[in-house]
């Protein structure tokens, strides 16, 4: 496939300030690509350098083949964009701001636009300064979504939205995907970004830490194990299997983390009298609180 | 799937002049209101003084005439002051050029100052421009269609302004060639219209480099300092030597209502003004969009911390602004008590002024700074004063337009007393302004070894009338609607300035032109005070916020 987001070595400094360092992307046509990272990471400074709202101080972005800083509006022809913090215009309704954007950019579909609006569940009638956060993003939303561009650059998409609205957006990020477009998606909703996206990134202090398909990076984080035993069984016997780590007993319980495989550790405990196993899938959760040297909760802390 | 909801607003023939078409058509339909009210006051003025030129006994020969001429001529040009230079003031053009053609420049350039400090940078700080750009519109091509929206609404007002100013020219005509021709009225307008987008066009140029609030602080200074510099160039070698710099000085000689053209000095006022243009859409063209980190240090001192209380938060936020408006007021008081040494000589030489002047103001001694500040800075120094209340009073509200009154809410706090702490803060604010204001009064009229009490004083007592008018901002924002405090206090304020100035000439009721409080404050800038001015100031004032806190405490937050 053709890379649609293309970045070399990528960097913005605000001064002193660090906002992304050597950042190296490729998002490919037709996927929805999960950029994750907490606040301050640089998620916003990639995305808005890719609209060349800011320029890089040194390395390179493309979109759809196009340097940003070269010609930004055969970009934005291809693109929709939500930011991550907007005000849009107080004494405009919903309606006008969106018909506003749908002139600005021309051959919207005035039905694509009533099917969103619904979808959304947005009342278009009222005046922007008189709408929640969530409808305010939800006019957000359509307007970046009303010219079904090819690609859509959405800034953490979900803010403020209830979850009936968050699953409207999830279908029509889907519908999208199937349409073959391409959807570039920030978030620090963990996950969000495991639910919906094919492939996901993340960033640490502006830089690149993994960027790997969801079912891969998850595959690079721990299960997490509880065995339950007739009685209890001293954790030393586990310590010495290849990928075990964090061992721990809790009277007849004990507990785990395991790198790869399991088999070893079941058939380990099955010749001490194991009663039950319980191992919960990684997800990207714990991979991301790695990256962050966090530790990812079990599933009793969890709950 | 398919939907029957209908949300696109149709598109009209005239929607990318002026609707929601195109951005040039979203500045120009943001701006319809702002060019009817300035194009309709400005042609107002022109009414207010035309009418009593054409009409009063004093003007009705051309022998009165030369007689007030004479006796302007021989005033000296720093007591012209803001008047500028007397060119055939005989007739009703030349007149009404001399009697406002360089305060409206000043008053009016408001517009574009605010208005193009805030269109490329205001909107980055809102982020609103982020969406923006993401459309397929290149940063010129957004940048030129607000800047031309504005020229264009801008060109709507004076075209107003000149249509009003020519039917003065045929409907007050009292003697041979008081008629106005159009082409001079547009020609007028032209000038005042290049004169307010050139201050504008600093801002607008500062914008992107600096940000919005730098930048209409450039646009102000340029805007009041060329006024000023031009108007008292005579007073000092100083003040002289910056006449380069004054647009107004540029196009001195340029009064088409006169009859006088010097449309050179036109051409490169235009060429100057296009060059601060083409910087601003270049810096917004090539800088990051919302980046504006140059002189980031340059500000003025504001209260350390001011988490004590909701009147220490209003104030230190309020500090700097209060700070910057006592000084730019004081800069033109300064120039006023200049003035005062020259124009207690003159009067030496003019027996019948002296009498004249003796009706109106029985007891001022004009052999002192408080003379002349209560002759020629009183009326315009109030008002000023009285704007910055509205102006602090802005920023209080948006406490609440910004959502940030609900957190403050959340705190064991009751509306009541976060109103009296604010509203204080407000006045604290106010107060602040005065002071600055009365420090300055005051150093100016040590070194022209005047007495100090009664200009300190009087600046003081105007301090109260401000302060009143932001009584009235706060009950209004306390009733209604925080919003509608600063646009309340305002309105009042300018319309009380417009009652004293124009409410005689328009023969307002006398009950009318009483509601003034400048009416009745006394002549305090030279020691004559009037307690009933001063007492209704102070019920305004604190009324004005018991009212606003009763409101409050009734009324929904966040409206």
Redesign the interface.
């Known amino acids: 496939m053709t890379a649609v987001i293309h970045t070399e070595r990528l960097t913005k400094m ?2 002193a300030h660090r906002g992304i360092v050597d950042v190296d992307l490729d998002v490919e046509g037709g996927e929805i690509f999960g950029f994750l990272g907490p606040n301050g990471a640089g998620k916003t400074t990639t995305m ?1 350098i890719l ?5 890089p101080t040194s390395g390179r972005a493309e979109v759809f083949g196009i340097e940003t800083t070269r010609d ?3 970009i ?2 291809r ?3 939500l ?1 991550g ?5 107080d004494r ?1 309704t919903g ?2 701001t ?8 021309g051959g ?1 579909d ?6 969103l ?2 979808r959304l569940d947005l009342d ?1 009638s009222r005046r922007f300064k008189e709408y929640s956060k969530g409808n305010k993003q939800k006019v ?1 939303l ?3 979504m009303q010219h079904q561009p090819d690609l859509l ?1 959405l800034d953490e998409p979900t803010a403020g939205l209830d979850p009936l609205v968050q699953a409207s957006f999830y279908e029509l990020v889907r519908d999208a995907k199937a349409n073959g477009r391409t959807i570039f998606l920030s978030s620090h909703v963990i996950d969000e970004v495991d639910r919906t996206c094919d492939r996901v990134a993340i960033i640490r202090e502006g830089r690149l830490v993994q960027v790997d398909r969801i079912e891969t990076v998850r595959q690079l984080a721990f299960h997490h194990v509880e065995l339950s035993f007739r009685q209890p069984v001293p954790t030393a016997i586990f310590e010495s299997i290849d990928g075990v780590s964090a061992v721990e007993a809790d009277g007849d319980v004990v507990r785990m983390r395991v790198n790869g495989p399991i088999g070893d550790v079941v058939v380990l405990a099955a010749q001490h009298g194991l009663v039950d196993v319980v191992s919960r899938e990684p997800n990207l959760e714990d991979v991301f609180l790695a990256q962050y040297g966090a530790h990812a909760p079990t599933s009793e802390t969890a709950a | ?9 149709p ?1 009209r023939p005239w ?2 002049i002026v609707g ?4 040039f058509g ?1 500045t120009l339909r943001d701006s319809r209101r702002a060019a009817l009210i300035v194009g309709g006051i400005a042609g107002l003025f022109m009414l207010g003084t035309g009418v009593p030129f054409g009409r009063a006994p004093e003007f009705s020969t051309f022998e009165l005439r030369h007689q007030f001429t004479q006796a302007i001529l021989s005033l000296p040009v720093a007591l012209r002051g803001l008047l500028g230079d007397p060119i055939d003031i005989e007739h009703l053009g030349g007149f009404l050029s001399f009697r406002v053609g360089n305060s409206l420049p000043a008053i009016f350039g408001l517009w574009s100052v605010i208005a193009l400090s805030g269109t490329l940078a205001g909107e980055a700080g ?3 421009l ?10 010129a091509s957004v940048a030129l269609q607000k800047l031309s929206g504005h020229v264009v609404a801008l060109t709507v007002a004076m075209l107003i302004f000149a249509g009003l100013t020519f039917f003065v020219g045929q409907a007050f005509a009292l003697l041979p060639g008081d008629e106005i021709p159009l082409s001079a009225a547009l020609g007028q307008g032209v000038l005042f219209g290049l004169l307010m987008l050139a201050s504008g066009s600093i801002a607008f140029a500062a914008g992107p480099f600096v940000g919005r609030n730098r930048a209409l602080a450039f646009g102000l200074i340029s805007l009041f300092g060329s006024t000023l510099i031009n108007g008292y160039a005579s007073l000092s070698p100083l003040i002289a030597s910056l006449r380069p710099l004054s647009f107004d000085a540029l196009t001195a000689h340029h009064r088409p209502l006169a009859g006088v053209t010097d449309w050179p000095s036109m051409a490169i006022l235009a060429g100057i003004t296009l060059v601060f243009f083409a910087i601003g859409v270049a810096g917004f063209v090539r800088r ?4 504006a ?1 140059v002189l980031g240090w340059l500000r003025l001192p504001s209260l350390p911390a001011g988490i004590g209380d909701a009147v220490r938060r209003q104030l230190a936020d309020r500090t700097a602004e209060a700070l910057a408006w006592g000084i730019g007021i004081g800069i033109y008081a300064g120039l006023v008590v200049a003035s005062a040494k020259a124009f207690a000589e003159s009067l030496g030489h003019l027996p019948q002024i002296v009498a004249l002047v003796r009706v109106i103001y029985p007891h001022i001694d004009f052999g002192q700074p408080s003379g002349i500040l209560q002759l020629t800075f009183f009326g315009f120094g109030s008002l000023m004063l009285s704007l910055s209340g509205a102006h602090f009073l802005s920023g209080w509200a948006a406490d609440e337009g910004r959502g940030r009154l609900a957190v403050v809410m959340s705190a064991p706090i009751s509306r009541t007393r976060w109103m009296l702490s604010s509203g204080a803060g407000v006045l604290a604010a106010v107060a602040v302004a005065t002071l600055t204001l009365a420090a300055i009064v005051a150093f100016a009229v040590w070194t022209q070894s005047g007495k100090l009490a009664d200009p300190v004083a009087g600046t003081l007592i105007i301090g109260l009338a401000a302060a009143g008018f932001t009584g009235i901002g706060l009950a209004v924002g306390g009733l209604i609607r925080s919003s509608l405090a600063a646009p309340a206090a305002g309105f009042v304020a300018i319309a009380t300035f417009l009652l004293d100035t124009l409410g005689a000439a328009l023969k307002l009721p006398d009950p009318i032109l009483q509601l003034s409080i400048f009416k009745h404050l006394g002549q305090p800038m030279a020691g004559a005070y009037d307690t009933v001015g001063i007492v209704a100031a102070i019920v305004l004032a604190f009324g004005g916020l018991l009212l606003g806190a009763w409101g409050l405490q009734r009324r929904d937050l966040d409206r």
Not at chain 1, 98 to 105: D, E, K, V
Not at chain 2, 130 to 139: F, G, K, V, Y
Request: charged fraction near 20%.
């Open positions: 605000y001064g808005r609209l060349d709202l800011i320029r930004p509006v055969a934005h022809r693109v929709g964009y930011p913090e907007f005000d849009l215009y405009l309606a006008d969106i018909t506003y954007f749908a002139n600005l950019r919207v005035p039905r694509y636009v009533g099917e609006v619904e278009p957000g359509v307007v970046a650059i | 799937m398919t939907s029957g909801t209908v949300v696109l607003t598109s929607s990318g929601l078409g195109s951005v979203k809102k982020g609103s982020d969406l923006l750009l993401s459309t397929p519109q290149s940063r990051d969009l919302g980046e980190s």
